[in-house]
């Protein structure tokens, strides 16, 4: 007997010596005056006091100040209901205190009589610390946030709510308290089918974008988040919702969407939009028997009148004439403007190519009427080209092409009058044949040759050169170049521009000097899938590294909708060279391109930059995409920059680089060397 009780006092002795636990027995007499009578080493280290000191003091003695006394009471306090209790208590010397969660319980009377109490406790300082610099972490985040319970598998009510939410749903967090999310999301957001399912326990998680009632009855936009804390089960799990507010971010977005697809001057629906609406007519067709009509419409002789008039008053003729053309389509009918003195109108369920031509005529008719400018009376008349299909399989950019031909046969005809498309414009095959020949000839005896425009840094330093194709006799840049496209011409006279920017390179590099160089390509050679690597192999024989080429791809809806074309981006990116988008938010990409498309940057298109320095609007579409695009980590480059009060609002933008006459004119190769060793 005596030997078991000895094992048995030796391993409760064990117990206490290596637990980390805070174990302690007191006793108390008929007059609540307690003594200690046993102490677990922990314990003893905790309080300070030694061993043999500790033994027969009482609480109040030990701990003294409010702290004693408070620890008797809890003691008396378990005497008194004769059942365990938890305590949250405070021990150790002044000064020094640690936080215990302490269990007390009452033990049998000792032989004399006395009342025993038995505490086990843990340390939990460090964990009611970093409770505590949560709870001012949640309620001090300027992050709209709040805990919400789970109840039964389910979402329930907001537990605690911290001051930003309050301030983003118009309330204080007492009277969110105890409502339920839902309660602030728009009504048609209510059913919150993304929200996580709780029961998969710790790391479910939900997030999407909603609109919430935000003060005074406002909507307001905000990217909801929220995620179990703790593990499915417990009793204490919760969720974390997390809330954003990107209103502001949701409306450049939007007018950035809305300008992507329409007319400034006018709001009619630009390029982009009318593809997409006239690809989206002819898959009406299936089925019918109608006909989709395309009208090609051109102001006749407004490039003179608008020569004699002020740029307003060119503009409000523009959107005159854009307002009578809306009055003479029929409702299901779009008009367009392409640009300039450009319309084009979308005629659904059409009869006849009869009836497309009369609507043609209608069209002409409504301009006949003089406009009022600036105190005088102006006449304009219209040509238009029609072309009709009843076939959903037709390709929407042959249908404008050809509306666009007929166009030109009503114009050579004699103007004001509507020509329907035929086979053969012979006209409109001289004029390809002519382009055709004069490339061709160019490229053949050598006159093509290429100028170079700097690209300047943010710093003012040249960061890169332009490779502009330049062919005698055959008119402005843009125009040779869209003949080469419209001839087929313009892989042969792409492939010319690139073999002279390889040599100027190695001339270059042989002098000392490796200046980056942005090459512009087309669709039409990008469709191509065995160009990059033929270009790789070109670029590496001359010995030139591909990180010191940059291929642009200009924004046009051929280059988006053509998925060979993304993938020979995604080529020429993984090969080492740089991509950009040339003319970014004209009305073709949008910012689903920059997620598409393996570019490294992008060229603000011109139209925004030269209207940005009285634009505000154009100020924040400009800044939504240099966001945006650095977010992403795409550069962004302003082109086309002539004034100097277009420089300063895009420097204060953040662009990254700028290019334009203000800041330098395009050189011959010959003189690059000595350009690029003056800055």
Known sequence: GERQLQASQDFVRSLLDNSPALVSVTHYDDAGRGSITLASPSLIDLVGVPEQNLVGMSWSEVLGGKAGPGVQDEDLQVLRSGHSQVFVTRMGPRGRRRTLMATKFPLPRSDDGERVVGMVALDVTAHRQRDRIMRLTFDLSPVPMARLSVEQGRLGHILDANEAL?????????????????????????????????????????????????????????????????????????????????????????????????????????????????????????????????????????????????????DEVLTGVAERLRGAVRPQDTVARLGGDEFVVIAEDVASPHEAVALGERLCASLRAPFRVEGRSVGLSLSVGVATTTDPRASSEDLLRQADLAMYRAKDGGRNRVEAYVDTLEAAALARMESQEIIRAAIDNGSVHVEYQPIMAADGSICALEALARIPMAGDTAGFIEAAEMSGMINALGGEVLRLALRDLVEWRDAGIEPRVHVNISAAQLSDSGFPDRLFERVMAAGIQPGLLSFEIPDTPAVWRDESVSKALQRLHDLGFRVGIDGFGAGHSGLMSLKRVAADYVKIDRAFVAAIAESHEDQVIVQAVIQVAHDLGRQVIASGVETSAQLEVLQALGVDALQGYILNMPVRAQLVPGLLSTT
């Open 166 to 314: 309050g301030d983003l749903l118009g309330r204080t967090p007492g009277q969110l308290r105890g409502s339920d999310l839902r309660d602030y999301l728009h009504p048609e957001e209510r059913d919150i089918a993304w929200a996580p399912d709780v029961s998969q326990g710790e790391g479910a998680r939900g997030a999407r974008e909603v609109r919430v009632l935000g003060p005074q009855g406002s909507t307001l936009w905000a990217a909801v988040t929220i995620s179990v804390v703790q593990g499915a089960g417990d009793d204490e799990a919760f969720a974390l919702a997390v809330l954003t507010d990107v209103t502001d971010r949701r409306a450049a977005e939007q007018t950035l969407t809305y300008q992507a697809r329409h007319d400034a001057l006018t709001g009619l629906p630009n390029r982009y939009a009318l593809v997409e609406r006239l690809e989206a007519a002819l898959q009406r067709l299936w089925g019918t028997s109608t006909y989709v009509g395309v009208l090609f419409c051109d102001l006749d002789g407004f490039k003179n009148l608008n020569d004699t008039l002020s740029h307003r008053a060119g």
